[in-house]
C-alpha cells in the first residue's frame, strides 16, 4: 500500500485539462487520510476532484476580473460532501430508503458474486422478468443458483438491465473494457466546431449569467449541475412526467436549480429543447449511451443549434471497448472493475464489499464541473465549441491510481451528529431542508446555493431573464 498524496492528484488533474499551472499556487489543501473506512483513498479522491472544480471556478473569475483569489478544501469537508445523500433530512427525518428491496448482492450457482440494480421500476421488472421468479430476494436467489455469473451480466445487459459480476483487479485489468479504460485519460476535453471566443455575461460570480441545461439523473451528473448552481450558474433541470425518480436525491441534489419537464418523445418537447439549447452555455447529460443523441441532442447536434457550447456527456464505462453502449451506476462500476473485490480483502469480509460512499459517482461529479468550467474558460480565450467526456469506470481507474491507506477501515464512520458543522439548515419545496455545505472555500466568491430545492417541473421551460 501507498501513501497518498492529494496535492499531486489535484495536480496532475489540473496538467491534464491544460489549465494555467501557476493557479495550483492559490489553493490550500488541508487534512490527511483517513476520512472514511476504506482501504482506498476516498478522502484524497473527494479533496482533490471538489479542489479541481473549485480552481476551475476560481480561473473563470480570473478571467471576469483580472484577480486571482485563494480557494481552500479540507479533505474532512469533501468527504462529507461525498456523502451528502446520507446527511440530507427533510423535516429533521431521514430520507427514505432508495434501495430496492432485491437490489445488492447474490452468489451464482457458479460461485461468483452479482449485484442488481433495482431501484428503477422498469429496471427491477425486466429483472425479475429475466429471472421469471417473484419479487423477493428469496425468489431471486433460487433463480441465481441455476445461473453462471458471466453469463447472468452479459444476460442482463442485452435485455438493457444493470447487473454486473464482482471482478478481481486482475481479472478487470484482462478484460476487454477494463483495458479500454485503462487506455483512456481520467476525462476528456475536445474541440468539436468553430465558434467566436465569447467573453463572459456580466455578474459578481464566477459562472454569473452562465447557463446550463442539466438533463441528469441519480448523482453524478446532477452533482455536476449542483456544482455549477453554487458558482453562480442559471442550471435549469430537465425531466419528464413519467421518468423514474429516486426522490431523496432530487431533493439533494437539487439545490440551486430551476427545473422542468420536457418530454422529447414528443416532437413538442424536442422543439422546446432545442429552443433551450440555443440559449445555453452548457450542456450536460447522463442517459444511457445513444439516448439523447438519438432525439436529436447528440454533442456535434447542439453544436450546430448553439455554436459555442460546451457539451459534457457522463457514461457508465466509457466511449471505448466493448461496453461502451452499457448502462451501469457507480455501485455497479466499484463490483466490476475489482474495487468490491480489494476493499473485501483488505477487510478481511467473505463477500464483496462497497466504498463507504458512492466515490464514483461523486467524484465523476465534480470531474463533469471542471471539465465544463475548462471547456468555458476556453471559449472565453479562443472560441469554439467543446465535449467533455466522463464516465464512472474512467473515474473508477483514477480512484484506483490515487494509492491505498494503511488501516483505513479503522476510521470511525461519521453520523449525522459528527458532521452538524457541515450542515446547514434551509426552506425548500419539500419543507424545512438540512443539508450539507460546499467544501470548497473561495475568498471572493463563496460557493452558495442561492434558489431553493424544489419539485420536479415546478418551472416553465424557459430561461430566466
Not at 428491496?101 to 422498469?122: E, K, M
Amino acid at each position: 500500500m501507498s501513501l497518498t498524496d492529494p496535492k499531486g492528484a489535484l495536480a496532475a488533474l489540473w496538467s491534464l485539462a491544460h489549465q494555467p499551472i501557476e493557479a495550483l499556487d492559490s489553493i490550500d489543501l488541508t487534512g490527511t487520510e483517513p476520512v472514511l473506512p476504506s482501504s482506498f483513498a476516498v478522502g484524497t479522491a473527494a479533496q482533490a476532484s471538489v479542489a479541481a472544480a473549485a480552481l476551475a471556478a476560481a480561473e473563470l473569475w480570473r478571467l471576469r476580473s483580472g484577480q486571482r483569489q485563494r480557494a481552500s478544501v479540507a479533505m474532512r469537508d469533501a468527504a462529507i460532501e461525498f456523502r451528502s445523500e446520507r446527511y440530507m433530512r427533510g423535516g429533521g427525518e431521514a430520507p427514505k430508503e432508495v434501495w430496492d428491496r432485491i437490489a445488492g448482492l447474490y452468489r451464482c450457482g457458479d460461485g461468483r458474486w452479482v449485484r442488481l440494480h433495482t431501484n428503477f421500476p422498469h429496471h427491477r421488472d425486466g429483472m425479475l422478468k429475466l429471472l421469471g421468479c417473484d419479487y423477493s430476494r428469496e425468489a431471486v436467489q433460487r433463480a441465481l443458483d441455476g445461473r453462471q455469473g458471466e453469463a447472468f451480466e452479459t444476460a442482463a445487459a442485452e435485455a438493457g438491465l444493470v447487473a454486473t459480476m464482482t471482478r478481481s483487479f486482475a481479472e478487470w485489468d484482462a478484460h476487454g473494457q477494463g483495458q479500454a479504460v485503462a487506455s483512456l485519460p481520467a476525462f476528456t476535453i475536445e474541440k468539436i466546431g468553430d465558434a467566436p471566443p465569447r467573453p463572459l455575461p456580466a455578474g459578481d460570480r464566477p459562472l454569473s449569467g452562465v447557463r446550463v441545461l442539466d438533463l441528469t439523473r441519480v448523482i453524478a451528473g446532477p452533482v455536476c449541475g449542483r456544482t455549477l448552481a453554487a458558482h453562480g450558474a442559471d442550471v435549469l433541470w430537465v425531466t419528464a412526467k413519467h421518468l423514474p425518480q429516486m426522490m431523496p436525491l432530487v431533493i439533494d441534489n437539487s439545490r440551486g436549480k430551476l427545473s422542468t419537464y420536457v418530454d422529447l418523445r414528443e416532437a413538442k418537447g424536442r422543439d422546446t429543447l432545442a429552443a433551450l439549447t440555443r440559449g445555453a452555455d452548457i450542456f450536460v447529460q447522463g442517459y444511457r449511451p445513444g439516448a439523447v443523441a438519438g432525439n436529436g441532442f447528440s454533442a456535434e447536434q447542439a453544436a450546430q443549434l448553439r455554436p459555442g457550447i460546451v457539451y459534457v456527456s457522463l457514461s457508465a464505462y466509457g466511449h471505448e471497448g466493448p461496453w461502451a453502449k452499457r448502462r451501469g451506476f457507480d455501485s455497479l462500476v466499484q463490483n466490476a472493475n475489482g474495487i468490491n473485490d480489494a476493499e473485501a480483502e483488505a477487510a478481511g469480509a467473505d463477500k464483496p464489499t462497497p466504498l463507504p460512499c458512492q466515490a464514483l459517482d461523486h467524484a465523476a461529479g465534480f470531474l463533469m464541473a471542471f471539465g465544463a468550467m475548462t471547456a468555458l474558460a476556453r471559449r472565453v480565450t479562443e472560441g469554439g465549441s467543446w465535449h467533455v467526456r466522463v464516465s464512472l469506470a474512467q473515474t473508477g481507474h483514477w480512484f484506483r491510481g490515487l494509492g491505498r491507506v494503511p488501516n483505513g477501515l479503522a476510521c470511525p464512520d461519521p453520523k449525522s451528529d459528527d458532521v452538524r458543522d457541515r450542515l446547514y439548515d434551509s426552506d425548500s419545496g419539500f419543507g424545512r431542508l438540512t443539508a450539507v455545505r460546499h467544501a470548497a472555500v473561495l475568498e471572493e466568491t463563496p460557493a452558495r446555493w442561492t434558489r431553493p430545492s424544489l419539485p420536479p417541473g415546478t418551472h416553465a421551460p424557459e430561461w430566466p431573464t
